[in-house]
């Protein structure tokens, strides 16, 4: 074909967009039963190429609209045109029960087609005995750079870190590398940086891949390189490493080990799903939920909420413990008891909304105790003024519910003193959490309910007896 016939081809038409989803994004009930019937009938044909290529975050949430069964029955039809990588897009107890249905020579052999960060997802969660047996039956590379990402703790750098990268020695030309990286078919599909090494593996610098595509073949690496400012040791926390590269916007970051020596690579897509893991899992632990999945079975997802909410029993008992101190004055006037909830309700609203934003403040590094001081005092103020707002509302609206001026006044107050306690707790419960190395995500609300319930009922009733003089 000439360059004339090429020019005036017609560019190829766009391949239809999946229609996996409904107009809500949720997988569309049509889509679902075809695929359904499919198992049912075993009709591989069909599955092939319909779920043949659907990405694999498509792949991961028609997973999760199947049964157990469905799952697995779909996982063997499909055979080799199964994306594996779809299973690090559902939760850990959907992936375990497709992979545990699996024997261990067909794991092996599907960890083999994903990248090492993604292979290193799945491997995590198998049994001590299982992970051997797989790793065993892979390729004396593979299994070494898996080994090496496995062996470092859990939600660290090293763990989700990408062992396949680029590096080339600083005495290489342009043209050497880009050679290199043609004729080399070990290379990682996509990567932004090559980094630059020496004979001991140790981190010298990065090229960006523009910076080599605009460079002249003679040009020595060592002189278009720069130093990786923002290396990240392997041992470092997920999250705080995420940080790094959210707050400097990298494409990616070099991963190091203890002597400076290149490790892996964490690129961005590593960073968005760490960034909604840990989100994830600050809101759970908000709720005391700890780490539930929605595919979790009904005793598992029980043993997960007992614990916090049997705290939350203790202190129920503590806010009934304040109640009894004052049942003289609640005998003798019925409105206190009538009113009560409102007091203690609204603290509690407003000590979650000031926790939720200081333990995510916490939890991104842009909080702590040394630059607390000025968040305490707007904490404060907003108590105050919210206090005052609802003081107002609720005195107004219940004095004349009950024709008393007093019990109009003496609810506005203790409004005023529990939203600026409950302001308070909202931000010095998680901040002493954190200080003490506790999660401040998983500890405050508990805390903070309690401390709302027993502030708003003492000055509520301690407020009442006092004025109206029950003994």
């Known amino acids: 074909m000439t360059d004339e016939e090429l020019r005036r081809e017609p560019p190829a038409a766009p391949e239809p967009e999946s229609e996996i989803y409904d107009d809500e994004g949720a997988v569309a009930s049509e889509f679902l039963e075809k695929v359904e019937e499919a198992i049912e009938s075993r009709d591989e044909s069909y599955l092939k190429d319909t779920i043949g290529h ?3 975050s498509e792949l991961g949430d028609l997973l999760e609209e199947l049964e157990n069964d469905q799952r697995q029955e779909l996982v063997r039809l499909m055979g080799d045109a199964f994306d594996y990588t779809a299973l690090t897009e559902v939760d850990e107890a959907i992936r375990m029960s497709i992979v ?3 024997p261990n020579d067909k794991i092996a052999q599907a960890l083999r087609e994903l990248d090492s960060d993604d292979a290193v997802y799945i491997l995590e969660d198998l049994d ?3 992970r051997r047996e797989v790793l065993e039956k892979l390729p004396f590379r593979e299994r070494i ?8 703790p859990e939600e660290t750098a090293g763990r989700r870190m990408q062992t396949e990268f680029v590096a080339v020695p600083p005495f290489w030309t342009v043209g050497q590398t880009i050679d290199y990286m043609r004729e080399d078919e070990d290379l990682p599909e996509s990567f932004a940086q090559i980094f630059v090494i020496d004979p001991a593996f140790k981190l010298l610098g990065a090229v960006d891949l523009d910076r080599i595509l605009r460079a002249k073949r ?7 390189m720069h130093e990786t400012r923002h290396a990240i040791p392997a041992e470092m926390d997920q999250e705080e490493a995420a940080q790094i590269i959210e707050q400097y916007d990298l494409l990616s970051a070099a ?3 203890s002597n400076d020596r290149l490790v892996g690579v964490l690129t961005v897509d590593d960073v968005i799903d760490i960034v909604q893991q840990e989100a994830e899992e600050d809101i759970r632990r908000l709720g005391g939920v700890g780490d539930e999945e929605l595919s979790d079975k009904v005793l598992r997802t029980s043993r997960s909420r007992v614990p916090w909410l049997a705290v939350n029993l203790v202190t129920a008992f503590l806010a009934a413990t304040v109640i009894e101190l004052f049942d003289a004055t609640i005998q003798q006037i019925v409105a206190l008891a009538v009113l009560m909830p409102i007091v203690a309700g609204m603290g509690g609203n407003a000590g979650s909304q000031t926790m939720t934003v200081t333990v995510r403040a916490l939890a991104t590094r842009n909080l702590d105790f040394r630059n607390s001081a000025r968040i305490i005092r707007r904490e404060l103020g907003v108590g105050a003024i919210n206090g005052v707002v609802f003081a107002v509302l609720i005195g107004t609206v219940a004095g004349l519910w009950f024709s008393s001026v007093d019990i109009g006044g003496i609810i506005a107050c203790a409004m005023v003193v529990n939203m600026i306690v409950a302001a308070l707790a909202g931000i010095l419960i998680p901040l002493t959490l954190d200080r003490f190395g506790a999660d401040p995500a998983v500890s405050s609300a508990v805390f903070v309910t309690a401390v709302t319930d027993v502030v708003g009922f003492f000055a509520f009733l301690g407020l009442a007896t006092w004025w109206f003089g029950v003994h």
Not at 145 to 152: F, N
């Open 54 to 56: 659907l990405h694999e």
């Open 100 to 102: 545990d249905a699996m």
């Open 128 to 130: 001590e005995e299982d």
């Open 145 to 152: 750079r898996l080994r090496r990402s496995l062996d470092y």
């Open 218 to 224: 003679p040009e020595k690496i060592e002189d278009i």
């Open 255 to 257: 991963v190091v080990d």
